[in-house]
């Protein structure tokens, strides 16, 4: 009966396929929109990720002050000293290395160029730390951190901006007043989670930051610290044994909240994604709005069918088709339709996405749930929207049908 | 003797109530033999169509009984009712009816796929049946390509395509041309004489009555003539 009805629904499609293309527009915009709104939305979570992976992903940052939470201000906090560092290495046996950062923003200039970038203060560990790589040139080492000598590595975009094409190892650029060798260049890392330019940073020896740079009340004072964990130990840990470390370093009672925060990338990278994830269900319920439009079509289009053919109706009726066998036709014509505008749509979602990651430079993650929920949607809005025409199909009078003009 | 189709028994039917009650039939009792040819006659009121919808089991009596082949059709619900059409009766209109945009011969297998018979004896019983109303080599035309008469050929067809005991005629020549309403009668004519379909036809011309074997003449919902009795006399 079921197969018999649809070789109806599909006689009854063919009939009439310019009609039948115009309502399933509906259904595969609307298909097409949800999938592809989703599949942007993971595109965007994957790049995010990955993002924070060229973090390293055993990173553990270490910051002074909290967070902002809601109704807590931001407070100052004291920042952290060099020995906070030598401390934790000491007292936390799962950290590998400690780098300490601290950085201000700056004009920086060499011969006519000029460019504003931030200047960072660090250790040569934060090479390995934030896992950077060496283009050319090379990384400042222990001695020369320690001597504080004037000595710069350069992110891509500065070197790009001061140097044009020539090769700035060996020259001499300003800063504030100070003149810096430059030693080595950054391979690039691109862009941040945040949307920041990564390569867009000038590296000294944290000693040279502390004297020349930063201004007088800071001297001492590192910014940040992050701490690389060996392998295969838990960053989780790590993040309980700093806390209390730091806790008791800078003497903050047990009734005290910590003036300072510890977290791993993991913690941004949860946080991050579950914000797109948020981003992206939006998008996909604002897209299924269209779908519910487009299924309002197809009600709307089978009532004017079930009208028009109001006399076939009758004959089938009079010729012998039973009550549910009409019901039966008119529900399979409309679910024929949704499911083939869902697979038109699923079809179009791939080409649409497809050009927008690409365009937008996202990596193109295929959802197949997505997809086939998609589907599975869009046919059961067939038999949704179509349940109410075909109900009044088969529920005609047959005699009335048959006189019907 | 030729067994009885069709017997009804004081059928009445009344549309509407209370004030505006309407009696369309007013306790009609006939029989029809398997093999007649029976044209149903009256003016516009009197009450032709109401029998013919139901004897087509399209309606229900209000009292009275109509047996099909021994069978109480006015105690068979709706489905019921459907499934009789379906393996008993054929219908044709005046107005053809068929499936526009779609071909003569999808439109005669139209009762055997209620029938759920598989494709090849589809198109073979089909073919058979469009053969025999003279509409061979006109297969694969739609509705829209063949004229009047044709098209009640293909109606026709797709009536006697299952064989029904009964094939039942509401004013087939209604729309169609004196020549045209010739050959279609004496295509009812040979069907019946010549396959021993029984026909009950409905119509208001004398001329289509006279190639019945038996007319009905219905007057306010009551018969008030039948032939059979005049031959019988």
């Not at chain 1, 990173?59 to 407070?75: C, E, T």
């Not at chain 1, 008791?248 to 009734?255: L, S």
Request: glycine share 10%.
């Amino acid at each position: 009966m079921l197969w018999n009805a649809l070789l109806l629904a599909l006689r009854e499609i063919r009939r009439n396929l310019m009609r039948a293309s115009l309502t399933v527009l509906g259904i595969i915009i609307g298909v097409a929109a949800v999938i592809t709104m989703v599949t942007l939305g993971n595109g965007a979570t994957a790049l995010i990720t990955a993002q924070v992976a060229s973090l390293g992903s055993n990173l553990v940052i270490v910051r002074p002050g909290q967070r902002m939470s809601p109704g807590q201000p931001a407070g100052w906090a004291p920042a952290f000293k060099e020995e906070d560092m030598q401390a934790i290495l000491e007292a936390v046996h799962a950290v590998r290395e400690v780098a300490g950062i601290a950085q201000r923003g700056s004009t920086v200039a060499w011969m006519t160029e000029s460019t504003f970038t931030p200047i960072v203060g660090s250790t040569p560990s934060y090479l390995e730390v934030g896992n950077w790589k060496i283009a050319e040139g090379r990384f400042f080492n222990d001695s020369e951190q320690r001597a504080g000598r004037a000595l710069c590595v350069l992110g891509d975009t500065v070197k790009k901006a001061l140097f044009s094409g020539s090769s700035p190892i060996g020259e001499k650029i300003r800063t504030r007043g100070v003149s810096c060798e430059v030693i080595g260049v950054l391979a690039p890392k691109g862009q941040s989670a945040m949307g920041q330019d990564q390569d867009d940073i000038v590296l000294m020896p944290l000693k040279a930051y502390q004297r020349r740079i930063a201004g007088r009340r800071s001297r001492q004072d590192v910014g940040t610290l992050l701490l690389s964990v060996r392998d295969g130990l838990s960053t989780e840990r790590v993040v309980r044994d700093v806390s209390a470390l730091m806790r008791e370093r800078r003497g903050i009672a047990p009734n005290e909240n910590d003036n300072f925060s510890v977290f791993d990338t993991r913690q941004i990278s949860d946080a991050l994604s579950s914000t797109t994830r948020v981003l992206t269900a939006l998008l996909g319920a604002v897209a299924a709005v269209s779908l519910l439009v487009g299924g309002i079509g197809i009600m709307n289009i089978m009532l004017v069918s079930v009208t028009e053919r109001t006399r076939e109706i009758g004959t089938r009726l009079a010729i012998g088709a039973l009550e549910r066998e009409v019901l039966l036709q008119f529900l399979v014509e409309a679910v024929a339709l949704s499911a083939f505008g869902g697979l038109v749509g699923i079809a179009l979602a791939l080409v649409a996405s497809f050009g927008l990651t690409s365009a937008m430079g996202l990596p193109f993650v295929l959802d197949f749930q997505i997809m086939l929920l998609a589907f599975a949607v869009s046919a059961g809005i067939g038999v949704l929207f179509g349940f109410v025409p075909a109900r009044r199909a088969a529920r005609l009078d047959p005699i009335e049908a048959l006189r019907h003009e | 003797m030729k067994e009885t189709l069709i017997s009804l028994r004081e059928v009445t039917k009344t549309y509407g109530s209370g004030q505006a009650a309407f009696q369309a039939l007013k306790g009609v009792s006939f029989d029809i033999a398997e093999g007649e040819f029976v044209a149903v006659m009256g003016p516009s009121g009197s009450g032709k169509s109401t029998v013919m919808n139901i004897l087509g089991c399209l309606d229900v009596p209000t009292s009275g009984e109509y047996l099909f082949l021994g069978e109480h059709v006015e105690l068979l619900n709706r489905d019921e009712r459907a499934l009789l059409r379906r393996h008993c009766l054929g219908f044709v209109f005046q107005g053809f009816n068929l499936l526009a945009r779609t071909t003569a011969l999808e439109n005669v297998e139209l009762p055997l796929l209620y029938r759920g018979l598989p494709l090849a004896e589809r198109h073979a019983q089909a073919k058979a049946a469009l053969a025999l109303v003279g509409l061979t080599g006109w297969e694969h035309h739609t509705p829209a390509e063949l004229s009047g008469g044709q098209q009640q050929r293909v109606a026709i067809a797709r009536a006697i395509v299952t064989r029904p005991a009964l094939l039942l005629a509401d004013e087939p020549t209604g729309n169609l041309d004196s020549e045209r309403s010739a050959e279609i009668m004496q295509l009812l004519t040979g069907l019946n004489q010549e396959h021993g379909i029984t026909v009950l036809m409905v119509t208001h011309e004398p001329d289509m009555a006279a190639y019945a074997s038996r007319t009905l003449r219905f007057v306010d919902g009551l018969i008030g003539h039948d032939t059979a009795y005049v031959g019988a006399d």
